[in-house]
Structure formats: C-alpha cells, structure tokens
C-alpha cells in the first residue's frame, strides 16, 4: 500500500512524520517503542503536562506514592513484560492477597462480615467465576470450529446470567460453619450482590449485567501469579519506557483536527 505520509502543524511550526501518535499513556509509548525499533519517523502528541495517562502515580512524601490510575501489576513474576521493570527499579510493593480484607456491607443499616462468612462466599464466587471461566472456553472452541463465522445465533452471555445458570444467587439451607443468620433470605441475597460487586464492578469498573462472559473470560494464562501493588511509583515503569523516546515525546500538545482528506494526513494541535 501507498505510504501516506502525516504533516503535523503545532502553533504555526510544521513537520512531517510517518506516524503521529496521539497519547503518551501506555499504549501511546509502547507503540512508540515499536516504531523507533522499526525506524520509523514518529511524534508522540500528549494534552497534559506530563506522561503516563492513566498511570498517575502522586508522591507522598514518605517514598511511597499515592495512585490516581492503575494500581497493580497484574500476574507478578509472570508478567513477563513488566515484572522485569518492577526489579531493575527496586520498586516498593506487596503481593496482594484479595482475601486479606475486611468487608463490611453498607445498605439501610450497617452489615459486618464474619471471617468465616467470608471464606464462604469467596469459595462460592471463585467456584461460580471457574464454571463461567469453562462456559467461556466453550464459547471460544465454538467460534474456532466455525472460523470465527458470525451466526444468527449469539452465544455470549452476561457474567450475571451465568452466575445466575450456574446457581450462584441460589440459597442455600445449611452451611458447615456459617451462622443461621447467613442464611435467612434478605441477609442472603446482600451478600451474594455484595460479592457480586467486588469481582465485577469493583474488578472491572462495570455492572454484571453489562459483562460478556466470553470476552470477560479467559483471563490470560501466561499470567496465573499473584497481582503485585506497587507502593513506589508505578510511573516510573513508564518513564524508564519512555527515556529512549524522550526528543519525540509533545507535552502540553491538544490535538485539534485530523484531516484525512487530502494525499496527506493532517494532524493540528493547539498550544491553549
């Protein structure tokens, strides 16, 4: 395919380059990476004054940073991307254990959650997360036996219809261990919602009915290790990235228009 090459003008000044890239976040500076290895001309365009997107790691003073975005690295050792990265920056954190928590349910009143209903209900929702985990599978085994034909057929489900088909909401009559108090049917019904929201809306920043089972499931199974809370600066992660594409990196840079109209692509910005 014919090349089209990108002009860019940034308050008054012109330049021409292969690809403009609009965002220095993540993807903006790992795609950054990619054209530099390739010897491809790049501009990397950012809005705000500095890098990361939603990475925004804020120091508090104490060596420890306070984190407006992204929190974890997810998988840990077997991260094979960005573990590497945690190490050569000795970066402060903890493994961290989601079980390791106190849960307290707020409705009309005040509910608090005893350790031994919590393990319940852990058990419960992993055993429910495993049986969707395996409906998703199969979705995903279908659409490779059919080449990935789109059929009159819509297999997806929501996460909360199949934790409704695999009897997650049912209640249960006795449980080893677990209070009556558990089980009487309003006390039921909160805590099976409550568990809901922590592995949907609190995990995913989206409502169960709103979750596709087969692309919410599998998670990546390169990546099955302990999630790792970084406490000194996730930021740094991107800025030791980024160091080699510094000279192609705009901060302060809004883009405006994108003019594909033309033989060749347009990109304006402006200066505020």
Known sequence: DERRRGGLVISGAEMSVDVVVIGAGASGIAAGERLKEYGVSFVILEALDRIGGRVWSMPRGD???????ANWVHGADSNFYLWPYVQSLNLSGMYTDYRNTTLVDYGTERVEIDEIEKEHWFDRIEHAFEECDAHSSSLWEFAESTNYEVT???????????????????????????S????????????????????????????????????GYPVNPRMEDSDFLVTGGLVKILEQMAAPLNDSIILNQTVSTVDWSGD?????????
């Not at 009159?152 to 677990?178: A, P, T």
């Not at 060749?264 to 505020?272: A, N």
Request: some cysteine; charged content about 25%.
């Open 152 to 178: 009159d057929v819509d297999l997806d489900i929501s996460i909360q219809q199949c934790l409704l088909d695999v009897g997650f909401y049912n209640r249960s009559h006795s449980v080893e261990g677990v």
């Open 264 to 272: 060749v692509i347009t990109v304006e910005t402006t200066s505020g």
């Open 180 to 215: 009556e108090k558990t089980l009487t049917t309003s006390r039921w019904d909160r805590l099976a919602n409550l568990f809901t929201w922590l592995e949907c809306d609190f995990e995913y920043a989206e409502e169960a009915p709103l979750i596709s089972t087969m692309w």
């Open 63 to 69: 060596g420890t940073y306070f984190e407006e975005g």
